[in-house]
């Protein structure tokens, strides 16, 4: 079994620390201190400007075919890639990506009206399903579009949506058939702009993501602005909500790596009693604990990642890394802030802010509670049979 | 042209704390990650630089090292240079300034190389020496401390970094050019690049290859021997001085007592 990395993926993991360490990490007090002021902590034309500078070099569509200019690496290379860039309290992704059901199901019309506007960072699109009654049910979604000439007309309201305040178009996914199930055709997906008529008002939280609520109030539709085909709406949010779950695991490992080694450093140069309190076995143990969870994470995230890329069925391992990562993140943040004391407590470092930040993990793109539960049923109903390499 | 550019891996300063072997009393390289030497880097985009204003022109990085170093060559390469050459062999092993600005020197002449890039000293050793023994072995004249470099017909000439600004110094070609920190900006290597990086010319090297005996060099050629190895002294407490009207004076006297002023 070969766990090394091929010497391009150890150039690109270089590259993007290098581009880290030398072009985000300076930035970091900045975005502590402009917490709650953009989205990303910097201004727009700042973080638009640092992604064309990723572009130059190449770092741009990371998971985007080619032959829409993007780079397409991969799964185990942009887990590899987020591990890198989750070192940083700094919210920083490469751009000219795009929604994996926005590409895969959009007619040549909305290839144009959308994907290629939003892969040029020309347009912003959110992801709008979540509702106030339906969230890790999604099935209880409430919000319907309602037949009329040739238009839907919407009505209902959305709730926890990233991007929303920024985005000037939204995928919508409403009821459209009440007497079919909604995993049998009773949801479909649209394609909404903005200025059709839908309103958004931020969601103050208690981190650095800020979502949106979203309101409809009889927007109308042109009805070539379904998304696949009418009825097939719970099918893409399935598929767009399972693409995003190991790359949470990937996020914290490199937030964890980075938490350690402050935690590492601090331990040793903090003397209480005349000594180091990296020579007290409490620390020591947070230390080793830490590091340990962080190795479990990041081979659950890659064999996740490298099943992707097989082709294969992920869900199974994509909830086993999301729901132990996610965990993991935030007991080293916890134990890095504990060995830091009071100075971990103050906004001097990113500390708090992580401590803050990742707690969410836990919740979006599917809760503790349903990661557990898809777990579980695969073990229940069969479908993962242990002791099996597959 | 044929640009040239000596590059080193070295144990990586950002995470890897420095330690010496006292038994040999050189820097521990094993089991501690590696890379290319972030001085070195900045030297690739000078040379990378100069390469593209001249057109017409290859660049080749050159290194002495273990295998592993091949590892730091590929990343010059995925940087831009065209071409890599490693010279490894277990009789290098150990080589002083002398034994590596030898092999160096005997790899560069085989190429005739017509401009010679190198730092002005590696992040680890930092004897800042090498350079200007290849330029002796080489017989080539050596221009130091650049921040800028241009070819102008068959001169190099560069703004060399003095205490108090430049000075403008030529040289015919073939030269040896080092490049003073900090002068250029750092260069990524790109997606093309890297992906690139594989395909492109990469040569390796051996002792009898370019015809040097083990005797000349590694640990049997070393002609410095590092007696004692020991920790810097702890830097003294500042001295506080209290105004009572002179302060100014006696800073002043400070200054210039440590050729400050």
Not at chain 2, 111 to 116: C, F, M, Q, R, S
Not at chain 2, 120 to 139: C, H, K, N, R
């Amino acid at each position: 079994m070969d766990f090394s990395l091929t010497e391009e993926q150890k150039l690109i993991q270089q590259t993007v620390r290098q581009f880290v360490e030398r072009e985000l990490m300076p930035l970091e007090h900045e975005v502590l201190r402009n917490e709650g002021r953009y989205p990303t902590g910097i201004e727009p034309e700042r973080y638009r400007a640092l992604q064309l500078k990723a572009k130059e070099l190449g770092f741009w569509g990371i998971n985007t075919p080619e032959e829409y200019g993007g780079a397409n690496l991969g799964s185990v290379m942009t887990a590899l890639i987020q591990m890198e860039l989750g070192r940083t309290i700094v919210p920083f992704s490469f751009g000219g990506s795009v929604d994996n059901i926005l590409l895969h199901y959009s007619n040549e019309k909305q290839k144009q009206e959308y994907v290629i506007p939003v892969i040029e960072g020309k347009r912003i699109s959110c992801f709008a399903l979540t509702e106030p009654g339906a969230g890790s049910d999604p099935s209880a979604i409430r919000t319907t579009a309602v037949k009329d000439g040739n238009h839907w007309v919407i009505n209902g309201q959305k709730v926890f949506i990233t991007h929303g305040n920024e985005a000037d178009f939204a995928m919508v996914f409403a009821v459209t058939d009440r007497e079919k199930p909604p995993q049998r055709g009773g949801v479909t997906c649209f394609l909404v702009d903005r200025a059709m008529g839908w309103t958004s008002r931020p969601i103050p939280t208690m981190g650095g993501w800020s979502p949106a609520e979203l309101f409809f109030d009889n927007v109308r539709v042109p009805e070539d602005h379904v998304l696949g085909e009418v009825g097939q709406g719970f099918s893409l949010g399935m598929q767009w909500i399972g693409q995003g779950r190991w790359l949470i695991a990937a996020r914290a490992v490199g937030t964890a790596e980075r938490l350690l080694q402050m935690a590492i450093d601090y331990a040793r140069q903090r003397v209480t009693f005349g000594k180091p309190i990296a020579e007290r076995q409490a620390i020591q143990w947070m230390l080793a604990d830490s590091a340990v969870e962080i190795q479990a994470t990041k081979w659950l995230t890659l064999h996740a990642a490298w099943k992707a890329d097989q082709k294969q069925d992920n869900r199974y391992e994509a909830s086993l890394a999301k729901l132990y990562g996610s965990n993991m993140v935030n007991r080293v943040v916890d134990r890095a802030l504990q060995i830091h004391g009071g100075m971990g407590y103050t906004k001097e470092l990113p500390i708090e802010r992580w401590y803050r930040d990742v707690r969410v993990t836990r919740i979006y793109e599917g809760t503790d509670e349903i990661q557990h539960y898809i777990i579980a049923r695969a073990l229940l109903k069969g479908y993962v049979h242990l002791g099996t390499w597959d | 042209m044929k640009i040239f550019v000596c590059v080193k891996q070295i144990p990586d300063p950002n995470t890897v704390e420095s330690k010496l072997d006292p038994a040999t009393k050189r820097l521990v390289r094993t089991g501690v990650s590696l890379v290319l030497d972030p001085g070195d880097e900045t030297t690739i985009a000078a040379a990378i630089k100069l390469r593209d204003s001249l057109g017409n022109s290859e660049l080749t990085a050159i290194s002495m090292g273990p295998a592993s170093a091949q590892e730091a060559l590929r990343r010059a390469l995925a940087m831009g240079v065209d071409r890599a050459i490693l010279i490894s062999d277990s009789a290098l092993a150990g080589s002083d300034v002398l034994g590596t600005a030898r092999t160096l020197a005997a790899a560069l002449k085989r190429e005739n190389p017509d401009l010679i890039f190198c730092s002005t000293e590696s992040t680890d050793g930092y004897t800042g020496m090498v350079p200007g023994a290849i330029a002796e072995f080489l017989g080539l004249p050596q221009l130091t401390f650049a921040r800028e470099i241009n070819v102008e017909g068959t001169k190099a000439v560069i703004k060399r970094v003095t205490q108090t600004g430049y000075e403008v110094v030529e040289s015919p070609l073939p030269a040896v050019v080092t490049i003073a920190s900090g002068s250029f900006e750092a260069i990524y290597p790109t997606m093309k690049g890297i992906m690139s990086a594989r395909k492109k010319p990469f040569s390796q090297l051996s002792l009898s290859d370019l015809g040097l005996d083990p005797s000349q060099v590694g640990e049997a050629g070393a002609r410095e021997q590092v007696l004692s190895i020991g920790k810097a002294e702890a830097r003294a407490a500042g001295q506080i001085i209290k105004d009572e009207g002179n302060a100014a004076e006696i800073i002043a006297d400070f200054l210039q007592r440590h050729q400050l002023l």
